[in-house]
């Protein structure tokens, strides 16, 4: 199933009575085949021109109506699988997103997987191992907190990581990475093949906004847990992780899996954008609840009438 939006589609989000959020999707979406630059083509403080906070978290909890009818839509039918992947620098905002914009999901509809550091048994197979086992399997949605993706970006960024994969020859270099990047297309390309939906978010982050995030963390006591040394050890390397994503969009940003980049220096309009997008794709698939026979249906009559008599 392709989700093939055109990017010069016009997006109004209605906001009742204080107006409307306008925007190109290809404000926020990477064009297939097109080579974009993280810095100059997308901004991480871009709302569409609209700064109702307010506004904004109506409309996000509609679009959380919105999907929990969707999603038991998507249970009943059984014939797609959505697979929703987030991918982010830290403090961008992952865990909040998923918290608020599946919060009326049916848990028996949804599963959230958190990739950290593999395994020695997930180094002994190969990289897309860990993340098929976690695959959604059709009638259900399934949420990547950080996904394969990974392997072309913390890894590139961390050659040391890629020496413990105990991979044959000398990995590594252009054509390495090149060949990585083809390898998760055609993976994409297979699960969309075969009915399961992926929908890739980008939390784009300043860094003057992360600078702010980590400060609160530490300045707020209720906070501290959420920060980490290593956090602030990886913000160092800030430039090489923003060639990364910018890599990792310009090789990986398909027809039938496209990149959304995510304006996420203010949280409101990065949750109402995932929600609205989200609801947008799944609204695509056309789903609709079973229809019974009019032998099932006659039967049920049956029962009806004897459930009455009762």
């Not at 997006?11 to 959020?21: L, Q, Y």
């Not at 974009?36 to 021109?49: A, E, I, M, R």
């Not at 990986?252 to 609801?279: G, M, Q, Y």
Request: charged content about 30%; some cysteine.
């Amino acid at each position: 199933m392709k989700v093939n939006f055109d990017p010069e589609r016009k997006i109004r989000i209605p906001m009742g009575e204080k107006g409307a959020v306008e925007f190109r999707l290809g404000d926020v979406m990477v064009v297939p085949e097109a080579k974009v630059s993280l810095k100059k083509d997308y901004d991480p403080d871009f709302t569409g021109g609209f700064d109702d906070k307010e506004g904004a978290l109506e409309k996000v909890a509609a679009n959380v109506s919105r999907l929990s009818e969707l999603q038991e839509k998507l249970y009943a039918q059984d014939t797609f699988g959505v697979l929703v992947i987030f991918q982010a620098i830290d403090a961008a905002g992952k865990d909040g997103a998923i918290r608020h914009v599946m919060s009326g999901v049916n848990p028996q509809g949804c599963h959230v997987t958190s990739f950290k550091s593999p395994s020695s048994e997930e180094l002994d197979h190969d990289y897309l191992w860990r993340a098929a086992k976690a695959l959604p399997q059709r009638g259900m949605i399934g949420i990547f907190n950080r996904s394969y993706y990974e392997e072309v970006l913390a890894v590139k960024v961390h050659p040391e990581f890629l020496s413990k994969q105990k991979l044959p020859g000398k990995p590594g270099g252009k054509a390495f990475w090149k060949r990585r990047y083809k390898e998760i297309n055609r993976f994409e390309k297979y699960l969309t093949a075969n009915g399961i939906v992926v929908i890739k978010f980008f939390l784009n982050l300043s860094s003057k906004e992360q600078k702010k995030r980590f400060l609160a963390r530490i300045d707020e006591p209720e906070k501290n847990w959420k920060f980490s040394v290593a956090d602030y050890e990886e913000r160092a390397r800030w430039d090489d992780y923003q060639d990364a994503f910018e890599d990792m969009l310009n090789h990986t940003s398909t027809k039938h899996a496209p990149w959304f980049v995510i304006p996420s220096d203010n949280k409101w309009f990065a949750r109402l954008a995932i929600s609205e997008a989200i609801c947008a794709v799944m609204e695509k698939l056309d789903l609709k609840f079973p229809e019974v026979s009019e032998e099932t249906r006659a039967e049920l009559l049956r029962i009806r009438e004897e459930l009455l008599k009762e």
